[in-house]
């Protein structure tokens, strides 16, 4: 009865001391999850090893996962059995799996190449799988529960020890072995011999490991026991023990004299810190994705963690540490206080006071509390329903007229503006009290924020709806000359924030920073804060200012003179509250920061003296595709034109934790990358490509190097540019040749002109003579007829006078005699032929071509057509033709009919034009 008495109370015990530690609140490092999705393989990792670079390596079901900080890949056994180990040295990575062991090495692509080391056993085995390798005394050892395999680098020796082996450790140059039945054995020189006096109570030793120079052994619920002298003693406090018996150990992993996890079956992984107990718990409902941890790895700052589902990392040591509650019941932080040493912290659930024990809500305090504000040594909250004191854990109400902001120090008094939802309140501290002053022109639009210019004059910010400027009178109690800033032409948005830095009043709005101008009383751009545009002004207490980046990811602590840190989190991004973030001072090193569902704890003394022995080392080139085709890394790149349209460079830096790498090209292309470089259309030529690791905004000192060539397209080869050179003294030489005959024929052709030109001249000269011997036979023409006509007028006026005269005179016959000759001598052929000659010679075919238009033409019509055509007038051509002038018009009268000319039209001038 008393022994059931005594197992029910161990029970009991227990069960507390777990509900104790499962409630305990503590600050936690990030986790980093990677699921099987994102890694694309298997849920289960059975084992974690790192090279020398910090590339991890997982013995996954799917096969050998490979992780450089950037990319995971998968590399699958020729039988694609899983693989239960794996373990890296210089540049092998040995795995074990189902009938099968060997080792991985890295070809000149950058992928993993397998040989298998399984045909060197001479002795069969079955059945067989091998869960854990390491080195010892220049040997790899591969065990399985039954044997272990040495291989030397030549030949594999089988040892069969007489027990099950359930773990290995290499322990002070020794290899030790635990066994199912909790001894420890040595093996050495091909012999099994006990290497303690005792045993562990006959529990199977499933973990064997190394911690201040002491070997550890772990069993799955009876604790873990310390070797000294020989001798097993249980080592770590009752609490460790009490956790282990409920969550089962599996894995031992230390990191230094104050620290060693724990990865358990059911809980996760526990921090436990030997020299002081302490422990702290990290599980499904904190951070992991899984309470079963398969593997355990320390790489440098960092632990990997090999789950029953995923793969997680912790750093353990970080700067910033969590408290986060997922249950909900903590909600949004918005501010966090302290007062008798207890830390309090105020969200939108209400007030919750934060112990070891873990999160306590305050009665009464349910709605959003917007802030605490401390006044000597008494803790105010700001609460949607009013302004409440907190005192002995509970809330006593000292205004419920408006939801309350905040409560900010009037200077040189003892008197407070508390900001509301109704505008400004003022209260004095008498006696203990917190006195409500009345105040004139307080009240109206909602005041988030106050700050005070001096003593008299303050800025006051609505919450969502500009600002203004006031004087604050404190004989009449009443605020005067108020001057709003709502619509003020230079801000970009409506909600201001105001600061006083240094003694300026700042404002930020929509990324910008201004001042205030006492002289121009006028806002203007603040030239000192350039550097932090899209940085809001979280915190500036004891002249140390933390800004955070508004429009991207980064927060930078500095005090505007030495002191410059940048800090990049992705976990308090992605939990920090928007345009509501708050860092609270809690002494000279740590700070808290506000977040959804918890908040963080800062060390800044740690975390400088991280980012002082921070080694940022040289990234590593781990690929580089043209057009998805993959180069070999170890010789001189030389990428195809053909190909280079999309160069895609990989890059890592395993060592450092969610690095960020800055690159510079030598054709001047730059810029910032997470690990992918890719680069189109670059143009034929050598380039060399820098990259450097940056982290939490330090950049390394070593970069990498990467020179590559991009070759000449085929129309720029070499035998293309002597075909080129050829083509170019061809086309010299025909433009030569085909110049040389333009030449020539420019030549003959000047020749043929000059010869034309001359012949041209002479034909001139000919036609200016013939024209001048025309004009003078024109000008004879002209003068015979115009003699002929004068002669013959005169004849036919003496022949008239002769017939005027004949019947008077008695000469008659005398007279008749005369008169033939004298019509002898007008109608004389000669004289037309002596015209017709000469005429012809003037105008050469007028006739011919006269009577070849109008054939009917008599012989005196040609005559008449002639005379005319020498443009003659009627009483020129009577005489000619010895007719009177009546007769000449009557002659041309028949003529026109004849030439079927028109009335009106000249007849002379018909014939000049035509003929």
Not at 800 to 826: F, M, R, T
């Amino acid at each position: 009865m008393f022994l059931k008495l005594h197992h029910r109370f161990v029970f009991v015990a227990l069960g507390l001391l777990l509900s104790l530690c499962a409630s305990a609140q503590n600050f936690l490092p990030p986790v980093t999850n990677y699921n099987s999705t994102t890694y694309n393989a298997a849920s289960q990792n059975w084992g974690l090893s790192t090279d020398s670079d910090g590339t991890l390596y997982a013995a996954n079901n799917d096969g050998l996962l490979r992780f450089d900080g950037e990319r995971w890949e998968v590399f699958t056994l020729p039988n694609k059995t899983a693989i239960r180990s794996v373990f890296c040295i210089k540049d092998r990575i040995y795995t074990g799996s189902y009938e099968e062991f060997g080792y991985w090495t890295e070809d000149a692509y950058g992928s993993l190449q397998y040989t298998s080391l399984s045909k060197l056993i001479s002795t069969t085995f079955a059945n067989e799988e091998f869960w854990q390798i390491t080195a010892w005394q220049g040997a790899i050892v591969f065990r399985s529960f039954g044997n272990l395999y040495v291989y030397n680098g030549q030949t594999i020796t089988t040892q069969r020890p007489q027990t099950i082996i359930t773990a290995m450790q290499v322990h002070n140059d020794k290899l030790l072995l635990g066994s199912n039945y909790g001894e420890i054995f040595e093996f050495d020189q091909d012999r099994f011999q006990s290497y303690a006096e005792n045993s562990i109570s006959a529990s199977s030793i499933i973990e064997l490991s190394t911690y201040d120079n002491q070997l550890l052994a772990g069993t799955r619920r009876q604790g873990i026991y310390s070797l000294k002298n020989g001798v097993f003693s249980p080592w770590g406090s009752e609490a460790l023990k009490a956790f282990l018996a409920v969550n089962e150990l599996n894995k031992i992993q230390p990191v230094d004299q104050d620290l060693v996890i724990l990865g358990t079956v059911k809980g996760g992984i526990l921090y436990y810190n030997p020299k002081t107990g302490a422990l702290k718990n990290h599980f499904r409902q904190n951070g992991l994705q899984n309470n079963t941890v398969l593997s355990l790895h320390k790489d440098r700052s960092k632990i990997w963690i090999g789950l029953d589902n995923g793969i997680d990392v912790v750093v353990p040591n970080t700067a910033i540490q969590y408290l986060l509650d997922n249950t909900g019941q903590l909600g949004a932080v918005y501010d966090i206080a302290s007062l008798d040493g207890s830390l309090y912290v105020g969200s939108n659930t209400g007030v919750h006071k934060i112990t070891e024990q873990g999160i306590f809500f305050i009665p009464g305090s349910q709605g959003q509390v917007w802030s605490l504000t401390k006044i000597e040594g008494r803790l105010f909250v700001n609460h949607n329903l009013g302004l409440f004191e907190l005192k002995n854990d509970a809330l006593k109400l000292i205004s419920g007229v408006s939801g309350s902001f905040g409560l900010t120090a009037i200077p040189q008094s003892s008197s407070y503006f508390n900001t509301t939802y109704n505008g400004l309140r003022k209260y004095t501290l008498t006696e203990g009290a917190l006195l409500n002053q009345p105040l004139a022109e307080g009240g109206g639009a909602p005041v988030e924020h106050v700050i005070f210019e001096d003593q008299n004059y303050f800025w006051a910010a609505h919450p969502y709806k500009g600002f203004y400027r006031a004087q604050l009178n404190n004989q009449q109690q009443r605020i005067e000359n108020k001057e709003s800033y709502i619509d003020y032409e230079a801000l970009a948005a409506y909600k201001t924030e105001i600061h006083k830095l240094e003694g300026e009043i700042a404002f930020y709005n929509a990324g910008s920073w201004y001042r205030y101008n006492s002289i121009s009383d006028t806002l203007e751009e603040f030239e000192d804060l350039k550097a932090y545009t899209a940085y809001a002004l979280l915190s500036n207490q004891d002249n140390s200012y933390w800004f955070k980046n508004r429009n991207g990811a980064g927060l930078i602590y500095t005090n505007f003179s030495s002191d410059s840190i940048f800090i990049e989190e992705p976990l308090l991004e992605s939990r920090i509250i928007k345009n509501y973030e708050k860092i609270v001072k809690r002494n000279d090193s740590i700070y808290y920061i506000t977040l959804n569902e918890g908040f963080a704890r800062l060390n800044l003394a740690q975390l400088q003296r991280n980012n002082a022995n921070q080694n940022l080392s040289t990234p590593l080139l781990n690929g580089i595709k043209t057009n998805n085709k993959a180069l070999a890394l170890d010789q001189s790149i030389e990428i195809p034109f053909k190909e280079a349209g999309q160069i895609e460079i990989a890059i890592a830096a395993p060592q450092l934790h969610n690095p960020k790498f800055f690159y510079s090209l030598s054709n001047g292309l730059s810029g910032q990358s997470n690990g992918t470089l890719n680069f189109q259309n670059l143009q034929a030529g050598s380039y060399t490509l820098k990259i450097w690791p940056e982290l939490n905004g330090q950049r390394g000192d070593q970069p990498l190097n990467v020179t590559f060539l991009i070759k000449r397209p085929w129309y720029l080869s070499n035998l293309m540019i002597v075909v080129y050179v050829l083509l170019l003294f061809g086309v010299i030489f025909l433009v030569a040749y085909i110049n040389k005959q333009k030449l020539n024929k420019h030549r003959r052709e000047l020749e043929e002109r000059l010869v034309k030109e001359q012949e041209r001249k002479n034909q001139l000269a000919e036609r200016n003579s013939l024209l001048e011997e025309i004009n003078a036979k024109r000008k004879e023409l002209a003068n015979t007829t115009y003699l002929a006509a004068k002669r013959n007028s005169s004849l036919i006026d003496i022949k008239n006078d002769l017939e005027a005269v004949k019947d008077k005179g008695d000469n008659q016959k005398k007279v008749n005699s005369i008169q033939n000759k004298i019509n002898h001598i007008i109608d004389a052929k000669d004289n037309w032929k002596v015209f017709e000659t000469t005429f012809k010679e003037i105008n050469n075919d007028f006739f011919q071509q006269l009577l070849e238009n109008h054939p009917t033409l008599s012989s005196k019509d040609l005559k008449l057509c002639a005379y005319l055509k020498m443009n003659l007038s009627t009483k020129e051509i009577a005489p000619l033709m010895a007719i009177s002038v009546r007769g000449v018009e009557i002659h041309r009268y028949r003529l026109r009919k004849k030439l079927d000319l028109k009335s009106g039209k000249n007849l002379s001038k018909y014939l000049i034009k035509n003929y």
